[in-house]
């Protein structure tokens, strides 16, 4: 009787630890997926990182914001920048 149970004993832990690695694992793949996906480009006017689905494209040029683009079309501060 002992013998038996102190077998069902290292079953449970043994299902247990495989759980826990499969579930770090998992976890690990979706983190790196989440951060691949987010390609970052730089505002052509202030230079600043922001990911691709926050930026503003015109002509293979990236801005931060709407006024930005506006900014370097007419541009003004050019040199600063």
């Known amino acids: 009787m002992l013998i038996?149970?102190?077998?069902i004993l290292i079953i449970i832990l043994l299902a247990i630890w495989i759980l826990r690695i499969?579930?770090?694992?998992?976890?690990?793949?979706?983190k790196q997926t989440s951060t691949d996906s987010k390609k970052m480009?730089?505002?052509k006017y202030c230079k600043v990182y922001l990911p691709l689905d926050d930026a503003i494209k015109t002509r293979n040029t990236y801005f931060?914001?709407?006024?930005?683009?506006?900014?370097?079309e007419t541009g003004s501060n050019h040199?600063?920048?």
Not at 4 to 7: A, G
Not at 22 to 30: D, E, G, N, Y
Not at 64 to 72: A, F, K, P, T, Y
């Open 4 to 7: 038996r149970n102190l077998f």
């Open 79 to 81: 040199d600063d920048h």
């Open 22 to 30: 499969l579930i770090k694992k998992s976890s690990t793949a979706q």
């Open 41 to 43: 480009v730089q505002c």
């Open 64 to 72: 931060c914001s709407q006024q930005h683009l506006e900014d370097w």
